[in-house]
């Protein structure tokens, strides 16, 4: 089975990667919405332009 691009970049990294630590953590209702407004688009419709911004300029 051929894995595509990302999840290949994913299991490389996983590969060399060394565990910190494990767990959980927890976070107020409060602390999250104001986690989301900080990040969210002043435009929604946006986000298209958001997630193509990393793409090369030429394919």
């Known amino acids: ?3 595509d691009p990302i ?3 994913v299991a490389e990294l996983r590969w060399e990667a060394t565990a910190d630590s494990s767990g959980e953590f927890s976070m ?3 602390a999250a919405l104001e ?3 900080r ?3 002043r435009d929604p419709r ?3 332009l958001a ?3 990393p ?3 030429k394919l």
């Open 46 to 48: 946006r986000y298209v």
């Open 39 to 41: 990040f969210q688009l």
């Open 28 to 30: 107020t209702s409060s």
């Open 55 to 57: 793409l090369p300029k």
């Open 7 to 9: 999840d290949q970049l």
């Open 51 to 53: 997630a193509a911004r």
């Open 1 to 3: 089975m051929r894995l």
């Open 35 to 37: 986690k989301l407004a």
